[in-house]
């Protein structure tokens, strides 16, 4: 069974750009998150989608938007860039959206998109 | 609202000694799990061990286990016989629904 799979692995833009990242979750998982890692803040939640809906959202600007596809594939966009955008941004996806028992809540995480603000 | 705390930012053991992370968490519900996951260097995230609040029996998976104590909030994971794979970073993590995560423990190996 394939992972989770996100492309670009690496991107270097420009301040004031845009950026659009894609993951592909795991056959059959219908939730998609989204994080952002950085060294000095961490793990920090984005969003996440279910059904093509988002359903949880994260503390971050209205910069940052995703949407999710019939086929649950993923994209979440950056537009108008900044230097403090620079991090990895990471992709995890699961078989529900409810991850109290009897759900497993496990999340199946993808390398990740590394992007690089000048 | 709920937070979970990693005191540790970093750690260090000896090849096959036994080290444990701490993870402190606040929450006001009574059924959750938690989770511990390990970031390899350059690699993906992937699920190290997994306890529900509702089961006593503290979680093992190999050489990895948990202390869970549900009333002090704690859930610390034990790593035993420490290998040279073993070095990541590992993060705690709550899941009510949301996970809310820790900010991680950096864990060396040396040999």
């Known amino acids: 069974k394939a992972g989770v799979t996100q492309t670009p692995r690496y991107l270097i833009k420009t301040r004031g750009q845009q950026v659009t990242l894609s993951c592909s979750p795991i056959?059959?998982?219908?939730?998609v998150s989204w994080y952002q890692q950085t060294p000095g803040q961490g793990l920090q939640f984005l969003f996440e989608y279910f059904s093509e809906t988002q359903r949880n959202k994260g503390n971050f600007p209205g910069r940052f938007s995703g949407r999710q596809f019939s086929n649950s594939r993923s994209e979440m966009n950056v537009s108008t860039l900044e230097l403090g955008d620079s991090a990895l941004y990471l992709c995890?996806?699961?078989?529900?959206?409810?991850?109290?028992?009897?759900?497993?809540?496990?999340?199946?995480f993808g390398e990740g998109s590394r992007l690089t603000v000048l | 609202a709920q937070t979970v705390t990693q005191s540790q930012p970093e750690m260090s053991v000896q090849e096959a000694e036994t080290v444990t992370l701490s993870c402190t968490y606040d929450?006001?519900?009574?059924?959750?799990?938690l989770f511990w996951y390990k970031q390899p260097p350059s690699r993906q995230m992937i699920l190290v061990i997994r306890q529900e609040a509702y089961k006593q029996q503290n979680a093992t998976e190999n050489r990895f286990s948990v202390n869970f104590q549900k009333a002090a909030k704690s859930f610390s994971l034990k790593i035993s016989d420490s290998q040279l794979g073993d070095a990541a970073m590992y993060f705690c993590a709550y899941s009510n629904y949301q996970l809310i995560w820790g900010a991680g423990t950096k864990l060396i190996i040396k040999p």
């Open positions: 056959s059959g998982h219908r939730s």
């Open positions: 995890a996806s699961s078989l529900e959206l409810n991850r109290l028992p009897p759900n497993t809540g496990e999340l199946f």
């Open positions: 929450t006001s519900e009574s059924d959750y799990y």
